[in-house]
């Protein structure tokens, strides 16, 4: 199936230093979603784009939809020990609708986020 | 509060055995989704669910069955036919029809075989 190219896989990082991770794909998206999951638990929402070079923040994080909508970035600033996790971004290529999988999200493989006190 | 409940948190399986992996959502989300994950392997989509009675096979379906006989309900059978099952099964659902406000992922299952 369609894919996208998570980076980098993973980082060990010092508390208060700043991240930043991207997704790429092949083919264009119209939504970009970003998701961090907790060690044991389930992916939770953190932010989700709808237009070519949107810019959303959400507190220390800030995501931009890509301007050639094959991208999306994930910046996390002045981290600390709770933002230790994995963060996926996601995206959907087409229209939802039913009969069809082109409104299912499609998954990065993750970036495994490491930060030392 | 609504929200996908996913149980139990932790299961064992023995060889041959078939298990049953509940999801509940109370979102009246129309469509439910499996996945299975595994260490550096990102999520991979078992199964998914756009409508009552209906769900179609995902990217690894081979050795799992579903069935959608109610809204709030996606169970996933772990069978015997799954070489290697053990794995973190998470559930999610969304609203409308599609993916455009992003899933609901519940807690997820833990899956090992003894």
């Known amino acids: 199936g369609q894919q996208l190219n998570q980076s980098p896989q993973s980082m060990f990082i010092q508390e208060g230093e700043d991240v930043s991770m991207n997704c790429t794909s092949s083919?264009?998206?119209?939504?970009w979603l970003w998701y961090k999951q907790d060690p044991g638990e389930g992916p939770v929402l953190l932010i989700a784009?709808?237009?070519?070079?949107e810019l959303t923040s959400n507190g220390r994080l800030t995501a931009q939809f890509g301007i050639t909508r094959k991208d999306s970035f994930l910046n996390i600033s002045a981290s600390i020990p709770s933002d230790v996790g994995i963060y996926f971004c996601a995206g959907q290529l087409g229209a939802s609708g039913y009969g069809g999988s082109q409104g299912n999200l499609i998954f990065g493989k993750g970036t495994k986020l490491s930060v030392k006190p | 509060d609504g929200g996908i409940t996913q149980s139990p948190k932790y299961l064992f399986r023995k060889e041959g055995q078939n298990v049953t992996l509940s999801c509940e959502q109370n979102?009246?989300?129309?469509?439910m989704y499996w996945y299975r994950q595994d260490p550096g392997q990102g999520l991979r989509l078992i199964y998914y669910s756009q409508i009552v009675n209906d769900f179609q096979k995902g990217d690894i379906a081979e050795g799992y069955s579903v069935s959608r006989e109610k809204k709030e309900s996606f169970p996933l059978t772990v069978t015997s036919a799954q070489k290697n099952p053990t794995a973190f099964y998470l559930c999610?659902?969304?609203?409308?029809?599609?993916?455009?406000?992003?899933?609901?992922f519940g807690s997820g299952t833990r899956l090992t075989v003894v």
């Open positions: 999610a659902s969304s609203n409308p029809r599609g993916a455009r406000h992003g899933y609901t």
């Open positions: 979102l009246n989300h129309d469509a």
């Open positions: 784009l709808y237009k070519a070079g």
């Open positions: 083919s264009i998206f119209n939504t």
